[in-house]
């Protein structure tokens, strides 16, 4: 999972730990790369916003675009979150690979039924 806000870490690890899944968090997007390259996940939950890094701005497009490097991820199914509202936001995820797109607050059992479809 791959969050700067800590609540919405904490609270979405709890739930889906609490329905049996491990959890890996990264609060940026340099953090997210090595975490990935490292853990090699199952799946990544991605928000889009993120406050600018020194030496790097990533944004989740960017952090997405580089999961989809066939190096790097391009088979790791991503479930975008964001606190935007925006259709087009939604459409460039989904054009960028994203299987989903949830608006926080974060329907958990939607987000739980997504992430069996993706993964089982």
Known sequence: ??????????????KLRSDGYTVISASDG???????????????????NFPPEVGMNWDGFKILEWFRRPAEGAKTPVIIITGDD?????QRATNVGAIAFFQKPIDTEELLETIHKAIG
């Open 30 to 48: 340099s953090d997210a790369v090595v975490q990935v390259r490292r853990e090699k996940p199952d799946l990544v939950i991605l928000d889009i």
């Open 1 to 14: 999972m791959v969050d700067d806000d800590p609540v919405v870490v904490s609270a979405l690890t709890l």
């Open 86 to 90: 925006s259709a087009k936001n939604k």
